[in-house]
């Protein structure tokens, strides 16, 4: 699941102030227009729109270690869609899990940090629905090995590790951070990718955004903690430039999260994206990566040779890239994580930063698969322990899988 954040409104200080709270009735176009922004936000897309199809008709798989889900059709077709949903069924499915006849949904649709989002919040996002056009696609059945396609063990997993409750303001910190504490753990269910999981799929709270792998993808979702690992080094400005644009001083977003800036973050107002750089920066840091297999001196020099014949045109000597254009390596967040993966994929894989308005035409990296194995590990092995840099060594056996 791509990291996602919601907002109110379509401007910051107006959509503060015309979200209807519980109770209160919006004007239709008003609501719908708040909701309009809320799913764009949310990248409701995502997860609801397979590639070069129907907005909201579904069918979007989504790999995991138990089987493949699909995202359903969510539009207004009444046999195919939530046509015949009420704004109290869907209220239901956000806050509680669950479908209209009492099913529980599979925790690949992040009811857990949805829960905790307001009334009025997800009475606009169905409002907005309500408003599209209805596809008559039928949803896909999901795929998932036995026992895992049994819903009743669901029952258990909801008594073990959900607990529905709306996120009440915290009144030790001011309205910024309250704002984005919502976004971040609540409608924007950055935990749903940037915390680790149990055997079950659960987050572990207890880790809580210390950075995780995607079970849908073999990119890692780095920290967002308040240490060298995460997110201590950044400026809260250079948060909300990532997020809007695609790119910062630090890194670049790649990957999953490369398709979360293009399709929903550039589209949050400045305020929002303040808000949640506000509360990411007030994390506590995580406890450190911990011991990591330290490269020998062979390998060093060996992935020297492949940077300075393949990278430093770009990268540069020092490492320090040419951002935005190019970004850093060293002290990347990306490249200091624990996993190599994210590093292991751009050197095999290539790829672009993410087109937003601020970026159109983004730079891109070209795929270095004809190296082998072994060479794309001392290369890797290489960037994630130079300039300042100690992420441990990469093994040939790291790369196979990825490829």
């Known amino acids: 699941m791509p990291l996602l954040f919601i907002a109110w409104g379509s401007h910051a200080a107006a959509a503060a102030a015309s979200t209807p709270q519980p109770g209160e009735a919006a004007p239709a176009a008003e609501q719908i227009e708040i909701g309009r922004y809320l799913t764009l936000a949310a990248n409701c897309a995502g997860c609801h729109t397979v590639a070069n199809g129907e907005r909201f008709a579904g069918r979007t798989p989504m790999p995991t270690p138990f089987g493949t889900l699909y995202g359903p059709n969510i539009t207004p077709s ?9 704004a109290d069924d869907f209220w239901n499915a956000m806050h509680h899990g669950k479908s209209p006849d009492g099913t529980p949904f599979y925790p690949a649709f992040p009811y857990p940090q949805y829960t905790r989002m307001t009334r009025a919040d997800t009475d606009a996002i169905h409002a907005y629905l309500m408003s599209q056009p209805a596809s008559d696609t039928p949803s896909r059945p999901h795929e998932l090995r036995f026992p895992y396609s049994q819903r009743w063990l669901l029952t258990l997993w909801r008594a073990m590790y959900f607990e529905p409750g709306t996120l009440a303001p915290d009144p030790a910190h001011d309205a910024l951070w309250n704002r984005g504490r919502y976004l971040v753990e609540g409608a924007g269910h950055c935990a749903a990718c940037h915390t680790p999981r149990n055997r079950w799929a659960a987050n572990d709270l207890r880790r809580g955004f210390q950075g995780a792998g995607m079970m849908d993808s073999p990119w890692y979702a780095t920290a967002l903690t308040g240490d060298a690992h995460g997110l201590g080094n950044w400026p809260a400005e250079d948060i909300v430039e990532l997020l809007r644009t695609g790119s910062s001083p630090h890194s670049t977003a790649a990957g999953p999260m490369a398709a979360v800036v293009s399709d929903s973050t550039q589209h949050l107002s400045d305020h929002d994206l303040g808000a949640v750089a506000t509360y990411l920066k007030s994390l506590p840091p995580g406890p450190g990566p911990g011991a990591r297999a330290q490269p020998s001196e062979a390998v060093m020099s060996a992935g020297r040779r492949l940077y300075e014949q393949h990278c430093v045109a770009c990268h540069r000597a020092a490492g320090e890239g040419a951002p935005p254009a190019w ?38 990296m070209p795929p270095f698969h004809a190296l082998s194995d072994s060479d794309i590990a001392a290369l890797a092995t290489y960037v994630r322990n130079s300039w300042g840099n100690a992420a441990g060594a990469v093994s040939p056996h790291q790369v196979t899988p990825l490829r």
Do not use: D, F
């Not at 490249?335 to 790829?351: D, E, F, H, R, T």
């Not at 601020?358 to 891109?364: D, Q």
């Open 327 to 364: 970004p850093p390596l060293a002290r990347n967040t990306s490249v200091l994580a624990p996993s190599p993966n994210n590093v292991v994929q751009m050197i095999l894989k290539g790829g672009y930063a993410p087109a937003t308005e601020s970026n159109p035409r983004p730079h891109g």
């Open 78 to 86: 009444p046999q195919h869609g939530i046509g015949n949903w009420t």
